[in-house]
């Protein structure tokens, strides 16, 4: 008797462990369950954004083509420039905005398509990092990260030598920059100085022309423009732009000064849309690099997305 009672318990046991073993796999399959219908659901969401992202990639296209044909300049006051609000969609909503490019300093006109260094775009770099508090020698090591020879500019330069007797080694490109961020591989750049230097510098596929029309005043004090002058001119620009480099060499913050005006220009190719769309807790951002050439076509050369 002991012993039926001994596999009776046994057999419980064992249904209770069965039905145990059981509810865990079911709980773990209904949860597997839920996180796959999630995970599909935000999948679905984010390929919405994208497609949202990209057809304001789209009109941001159509807007250019459209300034190219009304004028023969690019301006703060125009269509173009104007920030798109944040605009329903289903389920959330969409913003973006254009930026001029070429009213930032092109850290690939340092050096030249023969991979020399640039003398006159060395100095005006310097000058803007002088105005921004930041050491002037950081043009030197940006230099030599992009020119082909093995001689560092100066001191503070770095060439092959420097970065390979890094804790995790590496060697310059020897070619152009081809996106901001690799800023922070360079010798004096830390993450602080990047936060400075981004908003006022980008890395274009050649050299380019700054135009004084969407030009910063921080670009201004580059061309070795006083901070006061420079302010103001950006200000007047923004309202009043002008038509050619005549006219602006005629302004009177700019007329008491000897400015090299080969390298500026009034018009613009590159510009950066920068797209948010949000949809339930989904909060995308496209960063897309157009470019529109002589004939007011427009394609996009680089894109970047981000889930923020």
Same mark, same amino acid.
């Given at each position: 008797?002991?012993?039926?009672?001994?596999?009776?318990?046994?057999?419980?046991?064992?249904?209770?462990?069965?039905?145990?073993?059981?509810?865990?796999?079911?709980?773990?399959?209904?949860?597997?369950?839920?996180?796959?219908?999630?995970?599909?659901?935000?999948?679905?969401?984010?390929?919405?954004?994208?497609?949202?992202?990209?057809?304001?990639?789209?009109?941001?296209?159509?807007?250019?083509?459209?300034?190219?044909?009304?004028?023969?300049?690019?301006?703060?006051?125009?269509?173009?420039?104007?920030?798109?609000?944040? /605009?329903?969609?289903?389920?959330?909503?969409?913003?973006?905005?254009?930026?001029?490019?070429?009213?930032?300093?092109?850290?690939?006109? &340092?050096?030249?398509?023969?991979?020399?260094?640039?003398?006159?775009?060395?100095?005006?770099?310097?000058?803007?990092?002088?105005?921004?508090? /930041?050491?002037?020698? &950081?043009?030197?090591?940006?230099?030599?990260?992009?020119?082909?020879?093995?001689?560092?500019?100066?001191?503070?330069?770095?060439?092959?030598?420097?970065?390979?007797?890094?804790?995790?080694?590496?060697?310059?490109?020897?070619?152009?920059?081809?996106?901001?961020?690799?800023?922070?591989? $360079?010798?004096?750049?830390?993450?602080?100085?990047?936060?400075?230097?981004?908003?006022?510098?980008?890395?274009?596929?050649?050299?380019?022309?700054?135009?004084?029309?969407?030009?910063?005043?921080?670009?201004?004090?580059? /061309?070795?423009?006083?901070?006061?002058?420079?302010?103001?001119?950006?200000?007047?620009?923004?309202?009043?732009?002008?038509?050619? @480099?005549?006219?602006?060499?005629? /302004?009177?913050?700019?007329?008491?000064?000897? $400015?090299?005006?080969?390298?500026?220009?009034?018009?613009?190719?590159?510009?950066?849309?920068?797209?948010?769309?949000?949809?339930?807790?989904?909060?995308?951002?496209?960063?897309?690099? @157009?470019?529109?050439?002589?004939?007011?076509?427009?394609?996009?050369?680089?894109?970047?997305?981000?889930?923020?």
């Amino acid at each position: 008797m002991t012993g039926l009672k001994h596999q009776q318990g046994v057999a419980l046991l064992t249904a209770l462990a069965v039905v145990a073993l059981a509810t865990v796999a079911a709980t773990y399959m209904m949860s597997a369950q839920q996180l796959q219908i999630r995970r599909t659901g935000n999948q679905l969401i984010q390929e919405q954004a994208w497609q949202y992202a990209l057809g304001a990639e789209a009109w941001a296209k159509t807007i250019l083509a459209q300034d190219a044909s009304d004028n023969d300049i690019d301006a703060l006051n125009e269509n173009w420039a104007i920030d798109l609000p944040p /605009l329903p969609i289903e389920g959330g909503s969409l913003s973006g905005r254009l930026r001029d490019l070429q009213g930032r300093f092109n850290l690939n006109n &340092l050096v030249n398509n023969e991979g020399k260094l640039v003398a006159q775009s060395l100095g005006q770099f310097e000058q803007l990092l002088e105005a921004q508090g /930041l050491p002037v020698d &950081l043009a030197q090591a940006i230099a030599d990260w992009q020119d082909r020879d093995i001689e560092a500019q100066g001191g503070a330069g770095a060439e092959d030598d420097f970065y390979a007797g890094m804790e995790t080694p590496y060697r310059t490109p020897n070619q152009k920059i081809s996106s901001t961020s690799e800023l922070r591989l $360079i010798r004096g750049i830390d993450a602080e100085k990047l936060v400075l230097l981004e908003p006022l510098v980008t890395a274009l596929p050649e050299p380019t022309f700054l135009n004084v029309n969407t030009a910063t005043a921080e670009m201004f004090t580059a /061309l070795g423009i006083s901070k006061e002058d420079a302010t103001q001119l950006a200000e007047r620009l923004r309202e009043d732009p002008v038509e050619s @480099i005549d006219d602006f060499k005629k /302004l009177s913050e700019v007329s008491k000064y000897e $400015i090299e005006t080969d390298k500026l220009s009034v018009e613009s190719q590159y510009f950066l849309l920068e797209v948010t769309v949000e949809i339930g807790q989904i909060r995308s951002r496209l960063s897309s690099v @157009i470019y529109r050439d002589k004939d007011g076509i427009s394609r996009t050369i680089q894109r970047s997305q981000s889930v923020l």
